[in-house]
């Protein structure tokens, strides 16, 4: 039954997501073209300030996590992204004319706050329409926003500074966001009962599906209220934020600081650096995949995270080990990238696995949001090392932050593992929250 039903959701659902999502992840990292690419000079901006300018982003982008998290289960997540797309419109816009890094850091903080609601709002309408069994997979498309983002970030930034400046950059990327808003608004439903495109049949199949997972998950969780101090309270939860906050930091040090670190390694243009940017961004489209294919496969969540998170730091360190030799370092670089996003779609699966659907949207936006603190952490550091100690002492650092990232991955209870049903301590400690294996 299941496999002659239309596969409608996946494109009505999925792309549009994806495309928002990429539209996203390029305002926030075509800042790291437009610093080598002359704002630096423009605006006098040294490596330590480049760090802060690259990561402040970061500190807006809590603001709303759990707001955005709330609105997608109890609200329209479809209005709060169409809005957002209007507020990514006009900051980039105007990032176009900024004059001083202070103009700059104002702007990239505010496009941080409206960026904020997106990541969880997203997961919890992915969550809305792929049941326990597809939602891997689901995920894992959506996380591929960061690698298309890239491969579309980097050769097409490198091309309009080199043809015009970093201004233009802002400008024209940002107005891509008014042809997206279209496509969002027109295209996709906030939930399969709201979905007049969706064929009955796979509506009758999805509901039922969905139905099933939420009477497993409130045979043992009964829905709720979902405060703040409920998910703190939830000592896997509480490990999931520091788990992301380190993957973060190693994450996005080395996302914003790719095209300087290439521009050091290889000593090209802003177009050629935009093209060599471009591969480590292909390689993580491929790591999403094969592992997102593994972890539905064997269920084993913790694992491929932590095998993920190792093999990046290993990657990192391989490219410092290897500096003095382009070719061998530039093949590590890429390898960075095949791990850059892989723990991302077993990662996303944990929450709604060990915790109630209410709690889930909450804890979703408070794991992101602090987690993304990293962001700032990450970027900054770089640039702070880089100035008094190299960048070979920089990545190294970030290295140790996925290590330790690594170590809390594989130390999460058995119950955050498809299949596995044994109650965990977060069930003993919290019995009104813990939600059963489905």
Known sequence: MRESLPRTRWYRV??????????????????????????????????????????IFFIGYLFLQVPGGRIAVRGSGKRFIAWSLVAWLVVSVATGFVTNHYELLALRFILGVSEG?????????????????ELGRANALVMMFAPLGGILTAPVSGLIINMLDWRWLFIIEGLLSAVVLVVWWLVISD?????????????TWLLTELARDRAAVQAQAPQGKASLKEVF????????VLLNFFY???????TLWLPSILKNLTGSNMAGIGLLATLPFIATLLGIYVISWFSDRSGKRR??????????AASLLA??????????????LVLCGFFLKAATSPFWTIPGRIASPELAGSARGVINGLGNLGGFCGPYLVGLMTMLYGQSVAMCVLAGFLLVAALLAIRLPKTCDSGEVTPSTDAKANPGLYAAKR
Not at 39 to 55: E, F, K, R
Not at 191 to 203: C, D, M, N
Not at 233 to 240: A, D, I, N, S
Not at 303 to 312: A, D, E, M, R
Request: charged content about 15%.
């Open 14 to 55: 999925i792309v549009p997501i994806l495309i928002t999502c990429i539209i996203s992840f390029m305002d926030r990292v075509n800042i790291s073209f437009a610093l080598p690419g002359g704002m630096d000079q423009d605006l006098a901006i040294t490596s330590q300030m480049a760090g802060v300018v690259s990561g």
């Open 319 to 332: 490219s410092v080990a290897l500096h003095q030799h382009i070719v061998a370092a530039y093949i590590a």
């Open 233 to 240: 309270r939830h000592p896997t939860l509480v490990k999931l």
């Open 191 to 203: 939930r399969p009962e709201e979905a007049k495109w969706l064929p009955e049949a796979e509506k």
């Open 117 to 133: 609601g997106m990541l969880p709002v997203v997961l919890t309408m992915v969550s809305n329409w792929f049941p326990e069994k």
């Open 248 to 254: 973060q930091t190693g994450d996005y040090g080395y």
């Open 303 to 312: 694992l491929w995270v932590t095998i993920s998170l190792s093999c990046f």
